[in-house]
């Protein structure tokens, strides 16, 4: 199966003083084709600086990259008229109505909203009651649906989704991501990059990226069976000091906080109950321990090291 992104080797630095910026350093993978892909990493990763390259925004340093098997330098033209992109910031036109602004998009690609309503009214159907509405009035789930539904209005091939999900409450993030799924059985590409590590496990593979470089590439439960060391939940009635005490021991490899725990990774599971008769002896009371399976996040936090 042929791919649908191909990236070989790309490197992109930025020059804005003296010093040089790497934002991304000998990136290399393939997105198959009907793939949902996700890039996962935290701000300042290099994702937004890889969508650009492969939307023909932006030029590389060194390497190549394809989109649908043509080049993002020499093919530009026909990939701008191939692909999706849906920016991090929402670009769309705030004077414009909701119905101006799909019709605007429509029309530069030659195509009506009519002819393609079929594969956005899922999604146009949420925000079609306010179409007279103008674009900047509206909330943050709705604009996000907006934008998905021009970067779809010419029955895009690859469709590029920079941090969608950002900004917007936990009930349009899970509305958000049931929409791709969906998109995907249409047989669109879907590429999209996200901060959120907890939506790493909807897509079909991952690249975790930090600081420009690949860390793993796999599907979700691929990277996580990955993980194994032992891994344990810790609390206690003071958190903060627990930290701090965990950090100082030997047995603890590694101590961060994770929701109302700290996830500790021990050097041997056989040295939890020393552990815990350490803590018990520097007067931590309420304490709570159990053993526990990674999740993205630990497996993202072991490869940064």
Not at 9 to 33: C, D, H, M
Not at 217 to 226: E, F
Not at 228 to 256: G, H
């Amino acid at each position: 199966m042929m791919a649908a992104v191909k990236v070989d080797r790309v490197k992109k630095t930025f020059n804005p003083g003296k010093s040089i910026v790497t934002a991304l350093e000998n990136i290399s993978f393939e997105v198959l084709r009907g793939e949902l892909f996700g890039v996962i990493g935290p701000d300042g990763a290099g994702k937004t600086t890889l969508f650009r390259i492969l939307t023909t925004l932006l030029l590389a340093n060194q390497g190549e990259a394809q989109v649908d098997g043509l080049d993002v330098v020499k093919d530009f033209k026909i990939i701008r008229k191939q692909v999706g992109y849906m920016p991090g910031r929402f670009s769309l036109y705030q004077d414009l109505t909701v119905e101006e602004n799909l019709s605007f998009f429509a029309t530069l690609f030659n195509t009506s909203i009519s002819a393609n309503y079929d594969l956005i009214k899922d999604i146009y159907s949420h925000i079609e009651p306010f179409k007279h509405r103008k674009a900047g009035a509206l909330s943050g789930g709705m604009k996000q649906k907006l934008a998905l539904s021009c970067a779809l209005i010419h029955r895009p091939s690859v469709l590029f989704l920079d941090e969608p999900t950002t900004g917007v409450d936990a009930v349009s993030r899970q509305e958000f991501w049931e929409l791709l799924k969906n998109l995907q059985k249409q047989n669109i590409t879907i590429v999209v990059s996200t901060p959120y590590m907890d939506e790493a496990s909807l897509c079909n593979r991952v690249a975790l990226l930090q600081e420009g470089r690949i860390l793993d590439i796999d599907s979700p439960q691929g990277i996580t069976k990955k993980f194994k060391k032992p891994l344990w939940a810790i609390r206690s009635k003071e958190m903060f000091r627990l930290m701090q005490d965990l950090n100082k021991m030997t047995e603890v490899e590694s101590c961060y906080p994770f929701g109302q725990d700290h996830h500790v990774v021990i050097r041997n599971a056989s040295l939890i109950n020393l552990l815990e008769n350490e803590l018990v002896t520097l007067g931590h009371i309420d304490l709570k321990i159990k053993a526990i399976d990674a999740t993205i996040e630990d497996s993202f936090m072991a490869l940064m090291k």
